[in-house]
C-alpha cells in the first residue's frame, strides 16, 4: 500500500486500556505528513450511531438488555457506520482511525457475553461488508489495570459497560489476545502497561512498516 492511499486502521482493547490517547497520537503523526485523518468511534460515528451509543451506554431503557438486543444495536450502528463513514472516506483516500470495531462485537458480545460464534460472526460479516480494518492494533493491559484506569478517570457514574464485573473484563482481554493469535496478519498487539510515549513509537513502527510510509 502507498503512502497516498485510503487506510482503515481500528483500535481494540478493554476499558481503560489507553487507546483514546494512542489514537490522537497516531492522528498526528499522520496529519504531520499531510494526510487528512478522520477520527470515529463505535458505537457511534454517525447521528444514527451517537443515538445508538446512548441507548447502549447510557440510557435507562438499556440497562436490563439481553444479549442478543445489544449485539443487533452494534450491528446496526456498525452498518451505518460503515457506508456513510468508513467507505467514503477509504474511497477518498483518508485515513480512518476507528475507536472499536467488527472485533469488540466477536469478543464482547461473542466471547463475553457467551453468544454463539455462528450468529455473530454472520451478522458482523452483514454488518461490514467488505469494509475490513487494514490494521488492527490491540492495546492490551490485565483487566485489574485496565478497570482502575477507567475507574480513576470517570467524572460521573460509570456506563453499562464499564460496570461488568472483572471476570468479564478478563474474558474480553482473553478474547482479544485470541483473534489476534488467530488472525496475525491483521493484528498487532502492543503492551498498555509501557508509558505512553513507548506504546505510541512502538505503534508508529509497525504503522510505518505495514503501510510503507516514508
Known amino acids: 500500500m502507498t503512502d497516498t492511499g485510503g487506510i482503515f486502521?481500528?483500535?481494540?482493547?478493554?476499558?481503560?486500556?489507553?487507546?483514546?490517547?494512542?489514537?490522537?497520537?497516531l492522528a498526528k503523526e499522520f496529519e504531520a505528513r499531510g494526510r487528512e485523518v478522520v477520527l470515529t468511534r463505535e458505537p457511534g460515528g454517525t447521528p444514527l450511531?451517537?443515538?445508538?451509543?446512548?441507548?447502549?451506554?447510557?440510557?435507562?431503557?438499556?440497562?436490563?438488555?439481553?444479549?442478543?438486543?445489544?449485539?443487533?444495536?452494534?450491528?446496526?450502528?456498525?452498518a451505518q457506520h460503515v457506508r456513510e463513514?468508513?467507505?467514503?472516506?477509504?474511497?477518498?483516500?483518508?485515513?480512518?482511525?476507528?475507536?472499536?470495531?467488527?472485533?469488540s462485537?466477536?469478543?464482547?458480545?461473542?466471547?463475553?457475553?457467551?453468544?454463539?460464534?455462528?450468529?455473530?460472526s454472520s451478522i458482523n460479516r452483514f454488518a461490514v461488508g467488505d469494509a475490513m480494518p487494514h490494521l488492527t492494533i490491540v492495546v492490551d493491559v490485565p483487566a485489574e489495570i485496565g478497570l482502575a484506569r477507567a475507574a480513576k478517570r470517570a467524572s460521573?457514574?460509570?456506563?453499562?459497560?464499564?460496570?461488568?464485573?472483572i471476570e468479564f473484563y478478563q474474558h474480553v482481554r482473553q478474547g482479544y489476545l485470541d483473534l489476534a493469535?488467530?488472525?496475525?496478519?491483521?493484528?498487532?498487539?502492543?503492551?498498555?502497561?509501557?508509558?505512553v510515549e513507548d506504546v505510541a513509537t512502538l505503534i508508529w513502527a509497525e504503522v510505518t512498516e505495514q503501510f510503507k510510509l516514508a
Open 49 to 78: 450511531g451517537e443515538e445508538i451509543r446512548h441507548l447502549l451506554k447510557h440510557a435507562d431503557a438499556g440497562f436490563g438488555m439481553c444479549p442478543e438486543a445489544e449485539l443487533l444495536l452494534f450491528a446496526a450502528s456498525r
Open 9 to 25: 486502521i481500528s483500535f481494540e482493547g478493554s476499558e481503560g486500556s489507553g487507546k483514546s490517547t494512542q489514537i490522537a497520537r
Open 105 to 120: 462485537t466477536t469478543v464482547y458480545q461473542g466471547v463475553a457475553r457467551k453468544l454463539s460464534e455462528d450468529p455473530v
Open 181 to 195: 493469535e488467530q488472525m496475525p496478519e491483521r493484528f498487532f498487539v502492543v503492551d498498555g502497561a509501557l508509558a
Open 156 to 165: 460521573d457514574l460509570p456506563d453499562r459497560m464499564e460496570q461488568e464485573n
Open 85 to 103: 463513514v468508513i467507505q467514503p472516506g477509504i474511497a477518498s483516500g483518508k485515513v480512518i482511525l476507528c475507536d472499536r470495531f467488527l472485533d
